[in-house]
């Protein structure tokens, strides 16, 4: 099983970048799964993703950002004004969206080191004008995308990046149902760099075939007879995205003998089961879909909860983590609403973590989350 292309997968993508450049080619930076990497493709634009997910570039962003914003914020700004991101340096345009109040004002400040274009995002999924609003919203960042890639983005160009997306979220969700297996052999850090790397993938074709080969293998290693299987509690974790370089609440629950089998957040399965409508309007299809992401940044956010009900079934969780960033107040004010939900309704045990990207704070996580898993 290859599973270290994808441990690799963003360093291994440079290559792919740059034969991409030098052929002509342009890249959007984006920072969150509500940029519809459809249309961006559409226009003959690769979009890969600049959120930054490590410690190492926050303390050159606290310089110009307040300390207390979430780590991700910083973190992504920090590689923007480090000069260290080989992403960031080879983006030609940024692609933003009216999320959380951190990011939107930390975009302000990034659009004077790049073209950026910020899309307007309702902050509600219901009803028809923000829909059209949304809409809207895709048809002025096609022109955008247009008036530098020299592409117009076409119905039919459109339809066929909707096939080529929804058939890379099906294969990456149904890898991530194999790789909950209690015989499987992939750890939740290698579960996670296969669903980040999605974000780095230059040539979809190409990647999908990466893929597939990865689905056969498991397939192929699970039809074994005799395999061993783990007993350890089945987490399911929900929350603010978590990347490699700031999965240190995955890696604790790990060591301590449980397993996260499951990932809602952003950077999990959050993006990959809602499926663009193939039939009709592929621009209203794309609104559509994108628009019932749950997001914390919406209001209300009914979706997250159905997600959360949905996934616990079909991954059998025994338990749920929901991870905050410190200094993200959408998703720490929601976990409330998010704990009802899954001791009331659920029935299964329930654990806050509020921390940042920083180690300061694991023995004192290692703790809290060993008491709770004692108890599961
Ligand atoms: S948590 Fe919300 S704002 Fe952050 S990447 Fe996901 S959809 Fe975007
Ligand atoms: S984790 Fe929260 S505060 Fe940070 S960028 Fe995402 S939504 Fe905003």
New binding site residues.
Partial sequence: MNIKQFINFSELSIADLDAWKEGGGKIAGV??IYAPNELIRAAQVVPISL?GKKQAPIKEAERELPPS?????KS?YGYAINGNCPFFSAADVLVAET?????KKMYELMGRMKPLHLMHLPHTQKGEPALQYWLHGLRELAVFLTSFSGTKVTDEALHARIGEENAIRAELAKVALLAADDRSPLTAGEILAVQESKSFAVYPEKYMTALTGLRRDLEAYLEQSGLPARSGARVLLT???AGKGSDKLLNIVEELGARVVCMEN?TGLKGLTLPVDETGDPWEALARRYLQIP???MTPNPNRLESLREMAEAYRADAVIDL??L??????AESTTVSRFVEEELGLPFLHVETDYSLSDTEQLRTRIEAFIELL
């Fill in positions: 920072y969150c959120c914003l979430c780590p991700l914020i992504s999320t959380c109040d951190g990011k929350g603010c995205p952003c997001c914390s940044c905050t960033w200094g993200c107040h959408t998703y720490n």
